[in-house]
């Protein structure tokens, strides 16, 4: 294989991956309008690289009589795929299921947020501001009526919109922070 074959896959790989990277829901993640420009550049990117090496390749085909190349196409198409597949996850933990979800919302402000809590042990919560949102990651535990979420820093990472400590109210379907300074979870069925 030539040389410049294996560049070009590079080169489409790589953009590829700089295009879905922001996408995977792994850990603290935040979303805004600076992921929606990368993902419209690289995407962009990708596409114009693609194009460019599929105009080569029947260039190739035409003047040389060679094979056409059906490598870019494949990588194209796993690629389409993968975007696709991302998008429509929505951001979602696709590996495990959700066993408790509730919102929480701040009075006069574009502030808000999501508590789902999984099957794994896992919680994420989700702060929306008016222009982005970040989701943190971490572990739980329930003893009796009580949530405990084992991430000491969410107070601060979501602007006091989440607790550490809940009281679970399935008669009310609210979670009840232990500090009175924090506001009451929704339960959503």
């Known amino acids: 294989m030539k040389k410049k074959k294996v560049f070009q896959y590079l080169l489409l790989i790589t953009v590829g991956i700089m295009m879905i990277y922001n996408l995977i829901p792994f850990g603290d993640y935040c979303r805004g309008l600076l992921n929606a420009l990368h993902l419209i550049f690289f995407g962009g990117m990708f596409l114009l690289l693609f194009l460019i090496i599929c105009s080569i390749n029947v260039y190739d085909k035409v003047k040389n009589k060679n094979k056409f190349d059906l490598i870019p196409v494949i990588l194209f198409l796993t690629f389409a795929v993968f975007l696709y597949a991302l998008l429509e996850l929505d951001y979602s933990r696709f590996w495990t299921t959700p066993t408790l979800m509730g919102s929480v919302s701040l ?20 702060y929306n501001s008016a222009d982005f949102s970040c989701t943190y990651v971490g572990s739980y535990k329930i003893d009796h009526d009580t949530l405990k979420l084992e ?10 919109l989440f607790a550490t ?3 679970i109210s399935t008669r009310k379907k609210e979670l009840k922070p232990l500090h009175t300074k924090y506001r009451t979870i929704a339960i959503i069925e």
């Open 151 to 160: 991430r000491t820093d969410l107070s601060t990472e979501t602007d006091a």
């Open 165 to 167: 400590g809940y009281l």
């Open 107 to 126: 009075d006069n402000s574009p502030k808000s947020g999501y508590l789902t809590l999984y099957k794994d042990g896992t919680f994420e919560a989700t």
